[in-house]
Structures are given as C-alpha cells and as structure tokens.
C-alpha cells in the first residue's frame, strides 16, 4: 500500500487504483438507490428514459456498489453492475476507467455532475442518472399511485365472484374434510411422512427462509454499518404493510441527523418528520394531557431540526384500533429506547454469556412495552378509550424475535466468523413458541390439509410461511407445475 494524498493507493497489474474512503454521505446515496421500487422510470442525463427492473444486490466486497442490476434501456433489457459516487468525478479519480471490475457497469448513480471536459470513452457508454432525494421522494410517490390505481381497476363484478368461489371451495374442504384437489401432489407427500419427518421438512423451509433474511442484513450490516443498520430494522418492524414505504421514507430522514441527536432526541425528530404531530390548537381544551404532551415534542423538534428531507405519505385507510400509524410511530420510539444502548456487539455477548434459553427470557421481560398515555387512544384527535389496549402482544415479541434478533444475529455471526453466537443463535430460533396465526398461516393449514392445523413453533410457522408464500401463493396454487410434489 502506498499513500497519495488522504487517500490510500495499491497498485494492481501496473495499474494505480484509488480505494474509496468510508464516506456517510456516499452511504446515503446507496442507500437512496436500493430504495427504489420496481419498475422506477428514471430519467437520465442524455435525455433518455431507463426502467428499474431490479437495483442490484449491494456488493460487499471491492468494484462496483450493486451487482446484478437490471435495466431496460429503450427496447433493450440489461443486466450488469451499477456504481455509485458522490461526484461523476471520482469514477475516473478513483482509478475505475482502467479497473476490470468495473467492465460491466451499465449505470453510474451521482449526487453532481462535476465533469467540465469530455469523459473518457469507456464512461461515454455508461448511462448518468443524477441522484437526490427530492427525485427519490417523487418516483417513490408515483410508484404508490400507480399501485393504487392499478388495484382500483379490478372489475367489481370480477373481483366479487373471485371471493364467492374462493369461499365455496373453503366450504367444499372443510364439509368434506379432504385436501384441496389442486393438492394431490403436495398433501399427500406431506401425508406419508411420519410427525418428525414433517417437522424436519418445515424447519429446513425456516432455516432457508432466516438465511435469505440474514443476507440481506449481512449487505447492509457491510454497507452501511451495526448502528444503522439495525435501526432500519426496527423501522421495518414497526410499520405495517400498507405504511411500509412510509417508514422507509422517515428511515431515511432520520438517518441524516447527527448520532448525537438521534439517540438523544430520536423521539420528539420522528414525530415532529412524520408529519403526524398535530397544532396543539386543532387538540380540543377538554384534553389538556394532549396538548402538554404535543407541545412538548414540538418544542423539542424545533430546537433539533435540520430540515425535512423526505416527507412520509401514511395511509390511515382501513386502520384498526391499536393498528394507526400514530400507535405505530409510538411502538417504534419505544424499540429505539430499549434498544438504545443494546448495539449488536452488545446483543451478539448477551446471548454467547447467557445462553439461548436465558437471553429468551430476558429479552421477553424487556419487550414489555407499556404506556399510560397511548394505551387508551388511538391519535391525539380522539378521546380516551374505555377498554386497555396493550401496546405490544405476547405475539408481537415472538415476531420481533423471528424478523429482527435472529437475522440480525445471524448476520453478525457470520460477518465475525463466530460459530459459537451461531450455535446460540439457531438454539434460540427453536425455543421460540409459534404466534399468532395470520392469514397465509389460515390458508396454508385449509389449502394442505383442509382443516385448522396450526405450527407448533416459531420455526414451524416460518417454514409454513415460506413454503405457502414461495411456492403455492407465486405459482397460484398449481400444484402441477410445484417443483415441491417432486
């Protein structure tokens, strides 16, 4: 290694490259770019269009920042690596005109385009697409629009005989007590093997479905570090389906704070960038508590903030009591809280001195989330509730663990090589009793066996989960064309 600069030099086969320091902001724009959803139209430099078909998975390793991107330029489908600078500049400063590893790339992402001469000619044939989050923000939008209006235009007439027939068949097996026809290669493969056999057979669909979960952690954990990184965990468990995107979007904003103020003051800035917090005017009089509690955090937020820089959009359709965005946001400041001084450094030791079983329970005892102010309201429009709604159920845990502990954990291990945290850590997998059913676990137990059979753990119920979601749901229910009657 040699130095040049602030920035450190190796020489490979007679070439000179520069290694790109860690830089935060750069981060940001990787962070930017694998936010965007399928299909995206993105429009570049040369006035050209691009559609998004996939971003790329984010290389962990040295070359370009995404691997296996594809992208359709006018009629022409591409597959290939997508790089990604600050300055349009720092592809040839940093030495990637003559790097190999770069042959493939088929897009550069930049915040600014700084070139004042002609590029060289190997970047003449890469496309530019300028990145910021305002052209972010706005293709994300349109996206949710698009979707929206797309689930809009399904034929009432269509959409209603579709359930009728759905209904009827469920009927059909439960009356009768036999599995789905459709199942006649499946079912009966399940038929034949004895209780144990079963078992094996949906842990190891659990065990495939933790691994892909873990990768996805392990890109990130690379990219963009512990801290982040797990944040943006708790930020996905937090937000449900419909406000997926929205949480993505607060993610993002939070992420531009300074450390010091997202751990110090992360509760008053997500509120205050959700866009959730009220005037305390618009509250009524007769509800003084609210208003000291939003005036409080609004005073707080003013003194802290930097901007806003991607404004979420919520959808408060359809919003069940304990489910608004509001109660949401709530249960997310309460994870950042608990989870404040708990890193993954700190996890991974918990649970290596502990022990699966112990760590179980003493993380259970911790996730006991309780809160006087929200456990009677729905927003801070609405009174008091009568009945107590606990923020937190005995399911959720159970959850937190399968979505955010263990891939994360497990992600850690294997950054760190350790097969002890490893061991612990699939032990704790299996300890983990099953949740609460949801509606894929509802339809695979009548779809294989035509009858309420539930998981018996947490493992079993995501092998359930994978197998029905991966298979029967994508291949829409064929049995005959499932790989899995083989």
Not at 17 to 38: D, I, Q, T
Not at 115 to 133: G, N, T, V
Not at 147 to 171: H, N, T
Not at 216 to 229: F, H
Request: glycine content about 6%; some cysteine; overall charge positive.
């Amino acid at each position: 290694m040699e130095k040049n600069g602030k920035y450190p030099v190796r020489k490979t086969s007679g070439a000179i490259f520069v290694k790109e320091p860690s830089n935060f902001y750069e981060v940001n724009l990787r962070s930017l770019w694998a936010s965007l959803p399928e299909k995206s139209v993105l429009e570049l430099e040369n006035g050209k269009t691009a559609i998004v078909l996939f971003p790329g998975n984010a290389n962990a390793g040295e070359g370009p920042d995404f691997l296996g991107a594809k992208i359709v330029f006018g009629r022409t489908l591409k597959e290939g690596d997508i790089a990604i600078h600050c300055r349009v500049s720092d592809f040839i400063r940093h030495g990637h005109v003559a790097d190999p590893a770069y042959d493939n790339v088929i897009l550069q992402g930049a915040k600014l385009n700084d070139l004042k001469s002609a590029p060289p000619r190997k970047m003449e044939k890469i496309p530019l697409f300028l990145l910021d989050e305002k052209k972010i923000h706005d293709i994300r939008e349109k996206y949710t629009v698009d979707c929206r209006e797309e689930k809009k235009q399904i034929p009432p007439v269509e959409k209603v005989a579709k359930v009728m027939k759905k209904e009827k068949r469920i009927e059909e097996i439960k009356g009768k007590n036999i599995p789905c026809k459709k199942c006649e290669r499946l079912v009966p493969c399940l038929a034949i093997l004895s209780p144990e056999e079963e078992r094996k057979f949906f842990l190891q669909a659990a065990k495939e479905k933790i691994e892909e979960k873990g990768k996805t952690v392990l890109q990130k954990l690379i990219s963009a570090g512990t801290e982040l990184s797990f944040k943006e965990l708790l930020f996905q468990f937090a937000g449900s389906n419909r406000n997926e995107k929205a949480f993505a979007a607060l993610f993002i904003t939070y992420s531009h704070y300074p450390e010091e103020k997202r751990k110090k003051y992360f509760q008053s800035i997500l509120w205050g960038e959700s866009g959730l917090l009220p005037d305390p005017l618009s509250i009524g009089k007769d509800d003084p508590e609210s208003i000291l509690y939003v005036k409080k955090l609004w005073q707080e937020f003013w003194q802290n903030c930097t901007g806003n820089k991607m404004k979420p959009r919520w959808d408060h359709s359809g919003s069940l009591y304990g489910n608004t965005p509001e109660k949401e946001l709530v249960i997310l400041c309460h994870l950042l809280e608990k989870f404040s001084f708990a890193s993954l450094d700190f996890l991974a030791e918990k649970l290596c001195v502990l022990g699966a079983e112990k760590f179980r329970e003493h993380w259970m005892e911790e996730l006991e989330i309780t809160d006087p102010f929200w456990e009677y309201r729905n927003n801070f429009q609405k009174k008091k509730k009568e009945q107590k709604r606990i923020l937190f159920s005995y399911s959720r845990k159970i959850l937190f663990f399968v979505d955010v502990l263990i891939p994360s954990l497990l992600a850690y291990a294997k950054l760190h090589k350790d097969r002890h945290l490893l061991g612990e850590m699939e032990k704790l997998f299996l300890l983990l009793p099953a949740p609460d059913n949801n509606s894929f676990i509802r339809k695979a137990s009548v779809f294989w066996y035509g009858e309420g059979k539930k998981p018996s753990s947490a493992a079993e119920y995501t092998g359930w989960l994978h197998i029905y979601q991966k298979y029967c749901s994508k291949m829409s229910h064929d049995c005959a064309a499932c790989v899995l009657g083989d």
